[in-house]
């Protein structure tokens, strides 16, 4: 199956400064790749999402790049705030048979912006 | 439009007590999922349903059971819990399987 590594597990920053979360995956298969952000107590929300045919998308300060041939993904924050700070997950889809997909998540990275 | 919404929100059980997660979502989706979520483990996919009618096992399926009693509703069952099982339970929907997912609020679940 999907094996979705994601990497620093924890990453502080300095409000202002940029912060870089990177993916790898196994299935060359898999063609969706979103990121969610799940602020403490509160549930995983979906910030952005890119497909397999696309090497990068933006939105206002946050973007993510891909890179099919290496098997890895980016999530790029840009002039972060602290109300940045929450657990960031990658994820990938991959075909899991009769005409199903399903996500396979990386196990998070804990942002902290330092005002 | 309330999304995805699970029932209850906290749960106590003790080894061995039976219980059901309930989940609903009013966005038409087609496909519901339960997760787990464990300190540094990320998320953990138990048991998916890709559409009204079928359901299939996820990475842990192990100790559970799922229904997917309409469109709308999801359902996920602990027969005989275990303080293994003891965790934040999500569930999610989509329109379509492997596609943007919409989490519910979550239910954190204690087997002592």
């Known amino acids: 199956g999907e094996n979705v590594e994601q990497h620093p597990s924890t990453l502080s920053v300095q409000e202002g400064d940029s912060a870089v979360i990177k993916c790898t995956y196994s299935?060359?298969?898999?063609?969706?790749f979103p990121w969610y952000k799940q602020e403490l107590g509160k549930r995983p929300q979906l910030i952005i999402d890119?497909?397999?045919?696309?090497g990068e998308k933006k939105d206002q300060r946050i973007a993510v790049t891909l890179n099919k041939t290496a098997k890895h993904f980016s999530l790029h924050i840009t002039e972060t705030q602290p109300e940045d700070s929450a657990v960031y997950f990658c994820?990938?889809?991959?075909?899991?048979?009769?005409?199903?997909?399903?996500?396979?998540f990386g196990k998070g990275t804990k942002l902290s912006v330092i005002p | 439009n309330a999304g995805v919404t699970q029932t209850p929100k906290f749960q106590v059980l003790k080894t061995g007590q039976s219980m059901t997660l309930q989940c609903a979502q009013d966005?038409?989706?087609?496909?519901m999922y339960w997760y787990r979520q464990d300190p540094g483990m990320g998320l953990r996919l138990i048991y998916y349903?890709?559409?009204?009618?079928?359901?299939d096992k996820g990475e842990v399926p192990n100790g559970y059971n799922v229904s997917r009693l309409n469109k709308r509703e999801f359902s996920l069952r602990l027969e005989s819990a275990a303080p293994s099982q003891t965790s934040v339970y999500f569930c999610?929907?989509?329109?379509?399987?492997?596609?943007?997912?919409?989490f519910g609020p979550g239910t954190r679940l204690t087997v002592t």
């Open positions: 349903s890709a559409s009204e009618g079928t359901t």
């Open positions: 994820a990938a889809s991959m075909y899991s048979g009769a005409g199903s997909y399903q996500l396979t």
């Open positions: 999610a929907s989509s329109a379509l399987a492997g596609v943007e997912q919409y």
């Open positions: 966005m038409n989706h087609n496909s």
């Open positions: 890119i497909r397999s045919n696309v």
């Open positions: 299935d060359s298969a898999s063609n969706y």
